[in-house]
């Protein structure tokens, strides 16, 4: 690594970084010292390295795994331990290093994310896996991933990596700091401001791939319901799909005097509207969840298609259908009701926002 360093001179010199000028330093993933030794290792290089340049101002280290005692030893060796989790979202407001052994994907494309500028990425360097081996790995059709595979590919242009020769002396340190190497951002240019565009496009397309797949309810309950997409993503429907009907449900319980009401709009894989329905009722129930679930009832007492997307801005309903929450008494005399109703039917219930299902919720209010 020591004889590397000549190599990445020059990109310092265009931060600029040197003795007056010293880049701030955050190590993030290294693990707990205390309990790995991968991360004792990891720590010492940083440490030796530390020791021979002359360009290194404050550094700052995290690591969700990291004990007292860690932070005990962080102090001594001059590193300063932060105890919130910043989600590796840390902007650069100057020339930054990020040292980060072994980083998970989400990891690396917060970083991205948060300096997902010309200015700022630029001001940034990383020592760290290759980015260009990582890139080759991550798997084309992963959600979790998506955004780190976007960027990573949007930077490819302009990243110089210079990568550490591993050494073949010794085979029990090179493990540790596999493909490793040094990462810059040199002029930057057509950089997309509105990355998230891509990765809903990207949403849509594994999705798409899901719904025309054979996959049955349990499946669907166990992927598609259960995935955290971003709130760009869930502020639009989901795309209509050849054999799929859709019902957009909505409710709400009784409150201060006022009767609760429900309504629900179904529509055929083109997006046609087939028919809705909208009702007030007289019971006492206050809750939304009850109101929500009468509305799902009537709509499948209306049609019963082969495949079936609900979709619903109440997340406690999508839950308590799709298995997550345990229901009260109440609640479980209507699910299986809603059951007996969905037999024969490739279902699944998804959730969105009040965005998404617009057209439920003018019609049920």
């Not at 040197?18 to 205390?34: D, M, R």
Request: charged residues 25%.
């Amino acid at each position: 690594m020591v004889l590397g360093l000549k190599k990445i001179s020059p990109h310092l010199s265009d931060l600029p970084v040197g003795p007056n000028s010293k880049a701030k330093v955050v190590i993030y993933g290294l693990g707990s010292i205390e309990f790995n030794y991968n991360s004792q290792v990891q720590l010492a290089l940083f440490l030796l390295l530390k020791d021979r340049v002359d360009w290194m101002g404050d550094i700052e280290i995290y690591d969700p795994v990291m004990s007292t005692v860690d932070m005990k030893v962080f102090g001594i060796f001059g590193l300063k331990a932060l105890h919130n989790d910043e989600n590796g979202r840390r902007k650069a407001q100057g020339p930054t290093m990020f040292y980060m052994p072994t980083p998970s994907y989400f990891l690396l494309g917060n970083i991205l994310e948060a300096n997902w500028s010309s200015s700022s990425l630029e001001q940034i360097f990383l020592l760290t896996n290759s980015l260009e081996a990582m890139e080759e790995v991550l798997p084309s059709y992963d959600q979790f991933t998506v955004a780190t595979r976007i960027r990573l590919s949007i930077t490819h242009l302009f990243r110089k990596e210079i990568p550490i020769p591993e050494s073949s002396d010794c085979q029990m340190y090179p493990s540790l700091f596999l493909g490793f190497g040094w990462h810059f951002f040199k002029g930057v240019k057509n950089l997309p401001v509105c990355i998230w565009l891509y990765r809903q496009r990207y949403f849509e397309m594994v999705i798409k791939h899901d719904l025309k797949s054979k996959k049955i309810s349990k499946e669907f309950k166990e992927n598609l319901a259960f995935i955290r997409y971003p709130r760009d993503f869930r502020m639009c429907a989901l795309p209509h799909q050849v054999g799929w009907f859709k019902l957009n449900i909505y409710g709400i319980g009784r409150k201060e005097g006022e009767l609760g009401r429900y309504g629900g709009v179904f529509k055929d894989e083109g997006g046609n509207c087939l028919t809705k329905y909208c009702y007030k009722f007289e019971s006492n129930f206050e809750d939304d969840v009850i109101a929500e679930l009468a509305s799902l009832k009537y709509g499948l007492t209306l049609l019963k298609p082969e495949r079936l997307i609900v979709e619903s801005d109440n997340i406690m309903l999508v839950h308590y259908v799709n298995g997550r929450l345990k229901p009260n008494e109440i609640v479980k005399v209507k699910l299986e009701e809603i059951f007996e109703l969905l037999t024969g039917i490739t279902y699944v219930v998804y959730y969105v926002y009040e965005e998404a299902n617009k057209v439920a919720r003018e019609w049920g209010l």
